[in-house]
């Protein structure tokens, strides 16, 4: 069974330009998360996706900041414009069910430079 | 508001050592607790997860963690340190609906001959 795969694992970009970081989850999964870690610091979530619907984008820290999962399969997180806050690792996971016991999968993570 | 705190950024163990690492939690109820670990270059994984059932809780790789209310601790062990443990590790809580988790600090883990 594949994993979440997520788009590109690096990127560098210069401060000011679009970048758009996709996410495939796990096949039939729901529920899709982002999350990121800046700077070595603690891993934060950004958002929550059921289906197409967006549950929970409490985490997002700004409107430079635009999610979609259209057709609740994929997702693709855009950045734009993107500063040089913003580097750091995007994690994408995916769920079954929403909430009780049920395990996360991550994928591996996008590595964002914004130079 | 539900957190955990990572008490070491980095850990260095002998290889066939017993290894120990340190997550106070703070809740206001029973938490959901986690550990994670992200080996180079990979994804998160689930290493354990205690959810009340059981006080003593195993994991994956000969991991296991005990949750202590009265300390409010969540610490992690393993009785031999593997030259193939040495990864980063987080403490995770389960704050909120859904599978929003908050994350420790992380504890980097490096194993020696």
């Known amino acids: 069974e594949a994993g979440v795969t997520q788009f590109p694992s690096h990127s560098v970009i210069e401060k000011g330009q679009t970048v758009t970081l996709r996410c495939d989850p796990i096949s039939g999964h729901d529920n899709l998360y982002w999350y990121r870690r800046v700077m070595g610091k603690e891993i934060k979530f950004l958002l929550h996706f059921v289906k197409e619907s967006k549950q929970d984008e409490s985490g997002m820290p700004n409107n430079r900041f635009l999610a979609e999962r259209t057709g609740g399969t994929y997702s693709t997180l855009k950045v734009q414009p993107a500063e040089l806050e913003d580097s750091g690792v995007y994690f994408c996971a995916s769920s079954l069910y929403r909430g009780g016991s049920e395990k996360l999968f991550f994928g591996s993570g996008t590595q964002l430079s914004v130079l | 508001a539900q957190s955990v705190t990572q008490l070491d950024s980095h850990v260095s163990v002998s290889e066939g050592t017993p290894v120990l690492l340190r997550c106070n939690y703070s809740?206001?109820?029973?938490?959901?607790l986690f550990w994670y670990v992200q080996h180079p270059n990979k994804g998160l994984q689930l290493l354990l997860k205690?959810?009340?059932?059981?006080?003593l809780v195993k994991g994956i790789n000969g991991f296991e963690a005990e949750f202590k209310k009265s300390e409010t601790s969540f610490h992690l062990t393993k009785p031999s340190a593997h030259m193939s443990d040495a990864a980063e590790y987080f403490c995770v809580v389960r704050t909120g609906g859904g599978n929003k988790l908050t994350f420790g600090t992380g504890t980097q883990l490096k194993v020696e001959l």
């Open positions: 809740s206001s109820y029973s938490p959901s």
């Open positions: 205690y959810t009340s059932a059981a006080t």
